[in-house]
Nanobody, 118 residues
Framework: QVQLVDSGGGLVQFGEHLRLSCVAS????????MGWFRQAPGRQRELVAT???????NYADSVEGRFTISRDAAQNAAYLQMNSLTIEDTAVYSC????????????WGQGTQVTVSP
């Protein structure tokens, strides 16, 4: 089994920043892509950012240029630097990790709340 712990959420004001962390542990055979989804009340779940094993990042249009995803292979961790936060960024952010050599499984963190106030 693989456990993911995502953290770093909180309450910030408009325009401020936060850094989310996602650390994987357990039976990690091959850690592939990692990333974050977010979901706000009444809205569809949105893929925010992903990063491949090789470090290629992709972002939702809504966060492009403001968010930066990175990873530390030695720590089995990924990070999401979120700058210039807006009220629309308020959501529960959940990290995921794709693990496996032949059969790939997706594991999830418990989610962390990000709240941006006016």
């Amino acid at each position: 089994q693989v456990q993911l712990v995502d953290s770093g959420g909180g309450l910030v004001q408009f325009g401020e920043h936060l850094r989310l962390s996602c650390v994987a542990s357990g039976n990690i055979v091959s850690l592939r892509a990692m990333g974050w989804f977010r979901q706000a009340p009444g809205r569809q779940r949105e893929l925010v950012a992903t990063i491949t094993k090789g470090g290629v990042a992709n972002y939702a249009d809504s966060v492009e240029g403001r968010f930066t995803i990175s990873r530390d292979a030695a720590q089995n961790a990924a990070y999401l630097q979120m700058n210039s936060l807006t009220i629309e960024d308020t959501a529960v952010y959940s990290c995921y990790a794709d693990v496996g050599a032949e059969m790939i499984q997706r594991f999830w963190g418990q989610g962390t709340q990000v709240t941006v106030s006016p």
